[in-house]
């Protein structure tokens, strides 16, 4: 089962484009966010956003 709050993230990730704007709007720290993504890719065993200027799903 995967954490209600993380699955919140990754959404306000890819809506908001990236890290630092979906932190912004999370009201979290930008390395909270980043924990977050880091704990729901190991349970999923997988890459869930590709990391560079921009954060983008990993399926484009």
Do not use: W
Not at 6 to 18: F, N, P, R, Y
Not at 30 to 40: D, E, F, H, T
């Amino acid at each position: 089962m995967f954490d209600r709050q993380q699955l919140k993230t990754l959404a306000t990730i890819v809506q908001e484009g990236s890290f630092e704007r979906a932190a912004q709007r999370l009201h979290i720290s930008r390395g909270a966010v980043s924990q977050r993504i880091k704990a729901l890719e190991e349970a999923a065993s997988a890459v869930l956003l590709v990391r560079e200027a921009g954060a983008r799903d990993s399926s484009r």
